[in-house]
């Protein structure tokens, strides 16, 4: 069955920088669109950013723009969020999700915490 695990998050300063990691398995990770959503306490899960199967441009919302880099590593069924500038506004419960036409399967989450 499909899985997506998501890690790398955790507590850091306004200003720093965090790597998210996703290692998926059980479909074919080349073949689907990855991305990168979050969920803040009491707000909607909002799209990050995205990057097209097998591989291309990515796409990010304006929020994280030119401080966050999604990228993928298909050898490794792997998709990355490198997140710098970090900002406490950035703070929620960052989701993996994997997409291709009428399926889309989501990790657990791993929670991003920006804050002095």
């Known amino acids: 069955q499909a899985r997506l695990v998501e890690s790398g998050g955790g507590l850091v300063q306004p200003g720093g920088s965090l790597r998210l990691s996703c290692a998926a398995s059980?479909?074919?990770?080349?073949?689907?669109?990855m991305s990168w959503h979050r969920q803040a306490p009491g707000k909607e899960r909002e799209l990050v950013a995205t990057?097209?199967?097998?591989?291309?441009?990515?796409n990010y919302a304006d929020s994280v723009k030119g401080r966050f880099t999604i990228s993928r590593d298909n050898a490794k069924s792997t998709v990355y969020l490198q997140m710098n500038s970090l900002k406490p506004e950035d703070t929620a419960v960052y989701y993996c999700?994997?997409?291709?036409?009428?399926?889309?399967?989501w990790g657990q989450g791993t929670q991003v915490t920006v804050s002095s």
């Open positions: 059980g479909f074919t990770f080349s073949m689907y669109a």
């Open positions: 990057i097209p199967s097998p591989s291309g441009n990515p």
């Open positions: 999700s994997a997409n291709l036409r009428n399926l889309r399967y």
